[in-house]
């Protein structure tokens, strides 16, 4: 129990020290639904559920509509996207009568504010975090080694990884009357490395802190790229908020339960919640993955690697709404480009132009390569290093810390590539 106090006081200190804006509003978030839980029993459970989630489910949308500009962004957009498919998820939970409604409130405050997931996920219920709060934990030597090398590999993936993969983008993004063409499918593809080392290190990074303190979330990443088509990808991809869909928006509009065109108002609905939840600039490249999920492996050929590549591709060419996010036309004029103006001499002749020397180009394939092996092994490789003696996990923890000063880039006043989807 003393645990679990620390751990929500350093929380809450941590949460009020970004903003007192943002804290009230989650507070306002975490009250509103404990409330309306509770009286879930009653008469009027639809009407509460509805105006609870139409309260919360509202104020982010709002968050969402607002324009980049616009300074109360800023304030309260903090975790709210994750927390608030949280507390909705419990709801729903509860008024289906999956879970009972928590009476104690401290421990319902720490499944919100419990720190290292509020910013970046994953997206967890109540059914998986309960049981852990009320279990008796211990910080174990085994759990501290565990964590303490996940959060390693978080680390070597951002700063090796996605800072250099970031300079290249950040400088073709720079000059969009320049850098067109080849220049734009080099920002895709590089985009894809970013993305994927950045968002899975900080939620490495999440999962690493909360082994230590003997907490186990769901993971959130199963080698997306090796996925074969859209529907499979975002079965392996950010899961958790895949998941989230699927439970509370895909399944209870039907699914598949009712026939082709419910499942394609299901799915259609699903991904533009997904849009709208990452941004209302993100609303086309929800709907187009969305296409891709019902197209289902309609696109696919009888060889695997081929799959995975178009795969690969589709994803790297939707992501062009991210690097270009909030102008839709100029993330789509850029995208066609590569097609009007495939420039790949003169892209070749300035590799070495776009921020990175030679030297920094070998690492970061060197690294990307080494990201994506272990990816293909991934259960098997954890799964044995798990098993190895304290200290060959303390000479593998100094290796990645040593990889991490020898080849990272950072320092004072960089943050080219903080954590991308913490601003979602």
């Given at each position: ?5 620390f751990?929500l006081t ?6 009020a020290y970004?903003?007192?804006h ?6 306002l978030s975490?009250?509103?639904?404990y409330l309306?839980a509770?009286l879930l029993n009653s008469?009027?459970?639809k009407?509460?559920l509805?105006?609870?989630?139409i309260l919360?489910?509202g ?10 500009n616009?300074d109360l962004?800023i304030w309260?957009?903090l975790?709210?996207?994750?927390y608030t ?6 709801l729903?939970?509860?008024y ?5 409604a928590e009476?104690?409130?401290f421990?319902y ?7 290292p997931?509020?910013?970046v996920?994953?997206?967890?219920t109540?059914e ?5 709060i ?11 080694y565990?964590?303490s090398l996940r959060?390693?590999?978080g680390?070597?993936k951002?700063?090796?990884?996605a800072?250099r993969a970031s300079i290249?983008?950040?400088?073709i993004s720079s000059?969009?009357?320049v850098?067109?063409g080849a220049y ?10 970013l993305?994927y080392?950045?968002f899975s ?7 690493g802190i909360?082994k230590i303190?003997?907490?186990n979330?769901i993971e959130n990443?199963?080698?997306?790229y090796?996925?074969?088509?859209i529907?499979?990808f ?8 895949g998941r989230w869909?699927?439970?509370y928006?895909?399944?209870p509009l ?5 026939g ?8 259609s609905v699903?991904?533009?919640?997904s849009?709208?939840?990452?941004g209302?600039s993100?609303l086309?490249?929800?709907i187009?993955?969305?296409?891709f999920?019902l197209?289902?492996?309609k696109?696919s050929?009888k060889?695997?690697w081929?799959?995975r ?12 709404f991210f690097i270009?996010?909030g102008?839709t036309?100029?993330a789509?004029r850029?995208t066609?480009?590569i097609?009007?103006?495939?420039n ?7 590799i070495?132009?776009?921020?990175l020397?030679?030297?920094d180009?070998?690492?970061l394939a ?8 272990f ?5 098997t490789a954890?799964?044995k290093?798990?098993?190895?003696s304290p ?8 290796t990645v ?14 943050n080219?590539?903080d ?5 979602f």
């Amino acid at each position: 129990m003393f645990k679990n106090i620390f751990i929500l006081t350093a929380s809450i200190f941590i949460y009020a020290y970004l903003g007192l804006h943002n804290f009230a509003l989650i507070l306002l978030s975490i009250i509103s639904t404990y409330l309306a839980a509770r009286l879930l029993n009653s008469k009027r459970k639809k009407f509460i559920l509805a105006a609870t989630i139409i309260l919360n489910g509202g104020i982010l949308t709002a968050i969402r509509f607002l324009p980049q500009n616009v300074d109360l962004r800023i304030w309260i957009s903090l975790g709210i996207s994750y927390y608030t498919l949280m507390v909705i998820s419990y709801l729903v939970d509860v008024y289906r009568g999956k879970i009972e409604a928590e009476r104690n409130l401290f421990k319902y405050t720490f499944y919100v504010m419990f720190i290292p997931h509020l910013f970046v996920g994953p997206i967890s219920t109540y059914e998986e975090i309960k049981p852990q709060i009320d279990a008796k934990r211990k910080i174990t030597l085994n759990n501290f080694y565990n964590g303490s090398l996940r959060i390693a590999w978080g680390l070597l993936k951002i700063f090796v990884i996605a800072r250099r993969a970031s300079i290249i983008i950040a400088e073709i993004s720079s000059s969009t009357d320049v850098y067109t063409g080849a220049y734009a499918l080099l920002a895709l593809f590089m985009y894809s490395i970013l993305l994927y080392a950045d968002f899975s290190g900080a939620i490495d990074i999440v999962l690493g802190i909360s082994k230590i303190f003997g907490y186990n979330l769901i993971e959130n990443f199963n080698a997306p790229y090796l996925s074969q088509n859209i529907k499979e990808f975002w079965r392996r991809w950010h899961i958790s908020l895949g998941r989230w869909l699927k439970n509370y928006i895909y399944i209870p509009l039907g699914g598949s339960r009712k026939g082709a065109f419910c499942k394609i108002i299901a799915v259609s609905v699903a991904f533009i919640v997904s849009g709208i939840w990452h941004g209302v600039s993100f609303l086309l490249w929800g709907i187009l993955h969305g296409l891709f999920v019902l197209l289902g492996n309609k696109y696919s050929t009888k060889f695997k690697w081929l799959n995975r590549a178009i795969t690969f591709i589709i994803v790297s060419f939707l992501w062009s709404f991210f690097i270009w996010q909030g102008d839709t036309l100029l993330a789509l004029r850029m995208t066609g480009t590569i097609f009007t103006n495939f420039n790949w001499q003169n892209a070749a002749a300035n590799i070495l132009n776009l921020g990175l020397s030679l030297y920094d180009w070998i690492v970061l394939a060197i690294f990307s390569v080494i990201l994506f092996t272990f990816d293909a092994k991934k259960a098997t490789a954890v799964s044995k290093i798990k098993q190895k003696s304290p200290e060959f996990k303390t000479a593998l923890l100094c290796t990645v810390i040593l990889l991490i000063i020898v080849f990272g880039i950072y320092g004072l006043g960089f943050n080219a590539a903080d954590f991308i989807y913490g601003n979602f």
